[in-house]
Every structure is written in C-alpha cells, then in structure tokens.
C-alpha cells in the first residue's frame, strides 16, 4: 500500500514550460513533505520543503503548493530547462523529527529543447 | 560543503557471500538513515540510528544488521546475499538536535550486484 501517492509516472516539458508533478496522502499525521531530485545512478539531492502550517513555499523556480484539507502536494517548475531533467520523488514524515522518509513512487521528467 | 560519503561507490557479490556498506555521515550530524533503491523504485526505508542507537525499523531482511559507531559512521552488514538484494543503498544523514525539519541528506550510495 503506497501511503505517498504520486503523478504522472513520466512528463515531457518544452524548454521554458511549467513541469507540475503531484502527490497525495492519506495519513495526517505526516508532518513535513520534502521533494527530492534524483539524476541516474546518483543519491536524491533535497530541492525543497514544506510543513502543513504554509500553503506554498517558493525557492527559485521551484514552488511547492500544499493543500492540507485535501492532503495533497504539489512542486511546480518553471521556465523548465533540459538540465531538470531527472526523475523527481515527493516524500513525507511523521511528526518525529527522526522519523524515516516516505516517497512517493517517482516522476521522470523530460524537458526538451 | 561537505556530504556524505559512501563506500565503497559499486560491490559485485555472489549469492550467499556476505557485503559491508559504509556510511560516513556530514559532520556534526547525528542520525544516520539506510534506505534501499531497487530498479526504477523509489527508496525503501531499511533502518536509522541517533547518537548511536537505534532509532527505527523498515523493512529490512534479519540477514541484515547495522550499527552506529563513536565516530556516527554506521556500517550495514548483509549476510547470505540473494539476488534480490541488488539495487542501490542510499545512506543519509541529518542533525536531530539543531533547528532545522531535520532534513535528511544522501549520500551517493553503493551499487551492490549479487550474481
């Protein structure tokens, strides 16, 4: 039973497009939802992160909205370059600062030129 | 700025042979976490250690065992490989006693193949 729920499994983006990728959830007592970028062959690198007490976070081109009554999440992308490409994993956490990570099942994501 | 480090980075085993992972944490970090990577997966929480003890339990197999030392290095030991034990292992790390979300932090992982 997947608890971190994610789409699409795969996008394709024209250089300069938006990239929006999906997650959602079903346990409440998550408490803090990172996204993470992962190239072939290498560790996911922490993009950015969100708690449930802010309904969007932004750090450059990269937004996560969060919609807590809905338990879902999202990370936006803009102005999407080739060099995003790569596959893309929502996680989430209980409320112990030392809980493990859930992800969710993955997004590759290709942006053409 | 300083990451973590993984040792060794590939280990080709065969079925039944025994494999030793090696995770150094950031330093000052505290925590240590162990996740696996199958194939096109996403990664499978296996076990976590602060300050040295453990701290949570995944799904990881009894042939599997792991320790944090003085240094907060951890080591994962996996005995009696099975071909289904090839996939990635991811090591992270975070600092549980600052101020941050405590977010976790990998490490390039070892590419373990068992034939």
């Known amino acids: 039973q997947q608890q971190v729920k994610q789409s699409p499994q795969s996008l394709i983006v024209q250089k300069g497009g938006i990239s929006i990728i999906n997650c959602a959830y079903e346990?409440?007592?998550?408490?803090?939802f990172p996204w993470y970028q992962q190239f072939p062959g290498k560790g996911p690198a922490l993009l950015i992160a969100?708690?449930?007490?802010?309904s969007e976070k932004k750090e450059g081109r990269f937004t996560i909205s969060f919609n807590k009554s809905a338990k879902q999440f999202s990370l936006h992308i803009m102005d999407s370059q080739p060099g995003d490409s790569a596959t893309y994993f929502c996680a989430a956490r209980g409320l112990r600062r030392a809980d493990k990570l859930i992800f969710g099942t993955g997004t590759r994501l290709q942006v053409f030129p | 700025a300083a990451g973590v480090i993984q040792s060794p980075r590939h280990l080709i085993k065969e079925k039944r042979e025994t494999a030793t992972l090696k995770c150094y944490p950031i330093?000052?970090?505290?925590?240590v976490y162990w996740y696996q990577q199958g194939p096109g997966q996403d990664p499978q929480f296996l076990i976590s250690f602060y300050e040295k003890m453990q701290s949570d339990k995944g799904s990881i197999p009894d042939r599997f065992s792991a320790q944090q030392f003085s240094d907060y290095h951890s080591e994962l030991n996996m005995s009696s490989l099975e071909l289904g034990d090839s996939a990635l292992y991811f090591c992270?790390?975070?600092?549980?006693?600052?101020?941050?979300?405590?977010?976790?932090?990998f490490g390039p992982g070892t590419r373990l193949t068992v034939l």
């Open positions: 992270a790390s975070s600092l549980l006693g600052g101020d941050s979300y405590n977010e976790q932090f």
């Open positions: 346990n409440t007592a998550f408490d803090y």
């Open positions: 969100i708690r449930p007490d802010v």
């Open positions: 330093p000052r970090h505290d925590t």
